[in-house]
């Protein structure tokens, strides 16, 4: 049999039988994979200090009838410092768990791979973490996915939209001007002000920019892109336009 080689990091772990674990992994060459850990739940196991959910892991598999079987790993990246208290490691699983929801499997996106990194890669600075952070990591995830809002123009009719709350539609899949809302159901409205904070976010050159956002404001737009992004990925993962677009 022919192994082959994985370059990713474990954003999942489950106990399978009574000594194994399926890993949940993200990796650069085919995305998400689950990977057989066999063993690796006894004692003796030499795999079991070298599966750090905070690094770059190099994973040598073989085929098996079930999932690929893990021959080997080693340490490509670590990122130990953004585990370094309990706020990081709650934020850094909060990020694995939005991937785990909004990747297909077996189909990379290099974009997501760029995203983790520099996600993990802010985590390791020193100084306080933004307040922002996670609300700036799903529109980024959204992005790279392809599925960030467009606050421009209405996805209806086409009508330049200006600096205006703005109205998202499930059913558009994106945001509609006051017109094409009129009838329309479950529209959530962001304000002016979310807008204009999405809209820096797109136009920055940095993936994690410094912004100042007032405090009031973060549960708000995260409330609103959190059910954008619920709405977006149950639909989009059931579609075959996704797997087209990132096959
Ligand atoms: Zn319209």
């Not at 760029?114 to 700036?136: C, I």
Request: hydrophobic share 40%; charged share 25%.
């Amino acid at each position: 049999m022919r192994g082959r080689t994985h370059s990713a990091i474990v954003i999942k772990r489950a106990p399978y039988r009574e000594a194994d674990e399926v890993l949940t992994c993200w990796s650069w060459d085919i995305g998400k994979i689950r990977l057989l850990a066999r063993g690796v739940r006894k004692n003796e196991s030499r795999l079991k200090g070298a599966l750090s959910p905070l690094a770059w892991l190099e994973f040598d598999v073989v085929p098996s009838d079930h999932l690929p079987i893990i021959a080997g790993v080693r340490r490509v990246a670590s990122y130990s410092r953004a585990g370094r208290d309990l706020k990081r490691v709650a934020l850094v699983f909060t990020i694995f768990e939005m991937i785990l929801r909004a990747t297909p499997d077996r189909q990379p996106v290099r974009n997501v791979s760029l995203l983790l990194r520099s996600a993990l890669d802010q985590l390791s600075q020193d100084g306080p973490v933004a307040s922002e952070f996670l609300l700036v990591f799903r529109y980024r995830l959204l992005s790279a996915l392809g599925y960030q809002p467009r606050f421009d123009r209405c996805s209806s009719c086409g009508r330049s939209l200006k600096s205006e709350p703005s109205r998202w539609s499930p059913s558009w899949h994106g945001i509609v001007c006051e017109r094409c809302a009129l009838g329309l159901e479950r529209i959530s409205i962001l304000p002016a002000v979310g807008v204009e904070f999405f809209t820096a976010l797109e136009n920055s050159t940095e993936v994690f920019p410094q912004v100042m956002l007032d405090s009031n404001l973060e549960p708000l737009l995260e409330g609103w892109l959190g059910g954008v992004f619920q709405t977006i990925i149950e639909r989009s993962l059931n579609s075959s336009p996704f797997l087209v677009k990132h096959a």
